[in-house]
């Protein structure tokens, strides 16, 4: 399934060095129908040790992890929501897009100009989420607009509608992001057509720089309020150091363990940020595995059985009869199929069965 998270943020605080990154992860093209050719698109691999352990335990000719799409998305500039520096047309893409990873810079460097003339992350986020928001309010005034006419026609369907985008309406009238709301399920659904931007998931990624001036580190304030913003509205956040695996990107393998101790940057935090995506848009892995293949297939949290096996062909869902489950760590402590049935762990499932993140799933079909 071909979802993405774009990549968003000011000018000058990592965004292209990160999608660099991100893309030294990529994978084959060929295994994913929903691969693009386009430059600012990167289908990525999602890191993932049970693939590993598997492929390793079915001695299996080739792996296919899970993977998710990221955007690299131009850099938005204070007035987008007006169309300064061509803001319709960035945040059209950011509209296409099924999460937001918001890139934010925590270092500062006087090499690497900042739009604003100077670091400030929380000042940074506000600038980005309100021209969001503000977005968002010249659709949802459009819509109610349209929708009012309904309403006075006695529609059901507009007066739920109608209801959804007063609270969106409410809540981005105060420069809060409309997913702050809450929402009925069926307002949710009323309100997926509008693709507001603020209703999407966000992460916040934190991008520092190995050995430069990390505000984590100086004390002045600026990372104690970002860290304060973080804390008070939950969000989900990742820190990341975009710039080891882009100057990573050319060396030799002994060269890069005598980098990243020279540095001591061990973890640059890119691959938390793709398992962090992962789960951003509310997807888990399920397994298939043998000598010829182990593979991960990607299907949102909350699948049944007969909804996961369409990950693998239409058929398993159509003419679905049941599935043969075991978990992956199950397997393996079981040494083999064999062993694992003798032993009754291998479970038949039916069509209500909620498939479990790291099933290994076999499906019957008619």
């Not at 006695?154 to 809450?182: D, H, N, P, T, V």
């Not at 973890?267 to 397994?287: E, N, P, R």
């Not at 397997?331 to 790291?358: C, D, F, H, M």
Request: charged fraction near 25%; avoid cysteine; charge should be negative.
């Amino acid at each position: 399934m071909g979802l993405s998270i774009g990549i968003v943020g000011l000018p000058n605080v990592g965004k292209s060095t990160l999608f660099n990154a991100l893309t030294k992860k990529s994978v084959l093209a060929a295994n994913y129908p929903f691969a693009t050719i386009d430059p600012s698109v990167g289908v990525v691999s999602v890191p993932d040790e049970r693939v590993d352990k598997l492929a390793e335990f079915s001695n299996s000719e080739k792996k296919v992890p899970a993977a998710i799409e990221f955007v690299d998305i131009a850099g938005l500039v204070k007035g987008a929501s007006e169309g300064e520096g061509l803001g319709n047309k960035f945040l059209s893409h950011i509209r296409e897009v099924d999460a937001i990873a918001h890139v934010v810079r925590i270092f500062d460097n006087t090499n690497i100009m900042h739009v604003d003339g100077e670091v400030n992350p929380l000042r940074d986020i506000e600038t980005i989420n309100l021209e969001l928001i503000l977005a968002d309010l010249e659709t949802v005034q459009k819509r109610l607009e349209s929708v009012t006419r309904d309403v006075k026609q006695g529609k059901k369907e507009a007066i739920l509608e109608e209801g959804a985008i007063q609270k969106a309406f409410a809540l981005l009238q105060e420069s809060r992001m409309a997913s702050e709301g809450e929402y009925t399920q069926e307002e949710r659904n009323a309100l997926k057509g509008l693709h507001l931007l603020t209703m999407k998931p966000m992460l916040y990624v934190l991008n520092k720089e190995a050995g430069g001036h990390n505000l984590d580190e100086l004390n002045d304030g600026r990372f104690e309020r970002l860290q304060e913003f973080i804390d008070t509205s939950a969000a989900s956040y990742v820190v990341v150091d975009a710039n080891v695996e882009s100057e990573l990107r050319e060396l030799h393998a002994d060269d890069k363990t005598s980098f990243r101790q020279e540095y001591g940057v061990f973890d640059d935090g890119v691959d938390a940020l793709i398992k962090a995506g992962y789960q951003l848009l509310g997807l888990m892995s399920f397994f298939t595995t043998g000598p010829g293949e182990t593979h991960a297939w990607t299907i949102p949290v909350g699948s049944t059985a007969p909804e996961a096996g369409a990950a693998i062909h239409t058929d398993f869902f159509n003419k679905f009869i049941r599935a043969e489950v075991i978990g992956w760590d199950t397997l393996i402590e079981a040494g083999s199929y064999p062993k694992a049935r003798e032993k009754g762990l291998v479970r038949t499932e039916g069509k209500e069965y909620i498939v479990k993140n790291g099933d290994i799933i076999e499906f019957l079909h008619s």
